[in-house]
């Protein structure tokens, strides 16, 4: 089955600075690509979602890239504010158009500092 | 309703008994999964429902484990003799048809002591 890594598993940056979380996958027949945010107490919320017929997506502050050669995918989150502070997680799937059989990451969890 | 809705919020029960946790899935969305989240990790897919019938299963990890939705709306996911390995947030989420925006609840914890 799939198997999705994530890294790192915490982050620390200050207001205003750029956030990289990486994952790489196992399953070429993956195909679709989600991102989520996860609150405290929360269920995951999605951030953003790429398909492997694209390399990069941004919307306003958030941005993701796919390499599907090499297998990984990667969130960008620019002029992180507190309110970013998170936990994020990436995820898998080779179920175009449907958020069943995702496999997630392990997660990161992310802290913006003012 | 306004979002996905779980019942209840935390659950603690004995080992060897039998829970059920529910999930009300937003207004008209026809498709409803469940995850499940253990302490630190991402969380983990169980089943998945189109309508009233269970169109994917294969995440379910014992025959302990079943779910139901008779209406196509509220499901009830059932856990027969629980164990403490059954210990962890268990998700619901929605979404339309087709459409990959899965709305998530904010999850059952469920404690086997």
């Known amino acids: 089955g799939e198997n999705v890594e994530q890294h790192p598993s915490t982050l620390s940056v200050q207001e205003g600075d750029s956030a990289v979380i990486k994952c790489t996958y196992s399953?070429?027949?993956?195909?679709?690509f989600p991102w989520y945010k996860q609150e405290l107490g929360k269920g995951p919320q999605l951030i953003i979602d790429?398909?492997?017929?694209?390399g990069e997506k941004k919307d306003q502050r958030i941005a993701v890239t796919l390499n599907k050669t090499a297998k990984h995918f990667s969130l960008h989150i620019t002029e992180t504010q507190p309110e970013d502070s998170a936990v994020y997680f990436c995820?898998?799937?080779?179920?175009?158009?449907?958020?069943?059989?995702?496999?997630f990451g392990s997660g990161t969890q992310l802290t913006v500092l003012p | 309703g306004a979002g996905v809705s779980q019942t209840p919020s935390n659950k603690v029960t004995e080992k060897g008994k039998y829970v059920e946790l529910r999930c009300d899935p937003i207004?008209?969305?026809?498709?409803l999964y469940w995850y499940r989240q253990s302490l630190g990790q991402g969380p983990e897919f169980l089943i998945y429902?189109?309508?009233?019938?269970?169109?994917?299963d294969s995440g379910l990890p014992n025959d302990r484990f079943f779910a139901v939705r008779p209406e196509g709306s509220v499901s009830t996911l059932k856990i027969q003799r629980t164990e403490r390995g059954d210990s962890a947030v268990y998700l619901c989420?929605?979404?339309?048809?087709?459409?990959?925006?899965?709305?998530f609840g904010q999850g059952t914890r469920l404690t086997v002591v």
């Open positions: 995820a898998a799937s080779p179920v175009s158009g449907s958020a069943r059989q995702l496999t």
């Open positions: 399953d070429s027949a993956s195909n679709y």
């Open positions: 429902f189109q309508g009233t019938g269970a169109a994917d």
């Open positions: 207004s008209g969305h026809t498709a």
């Open positions: 790429i398909r492997s017929n694209v």
């Open positions: 989420a929605s979404s339309l048809a087709g459409k990959t925006e899965a709305f």
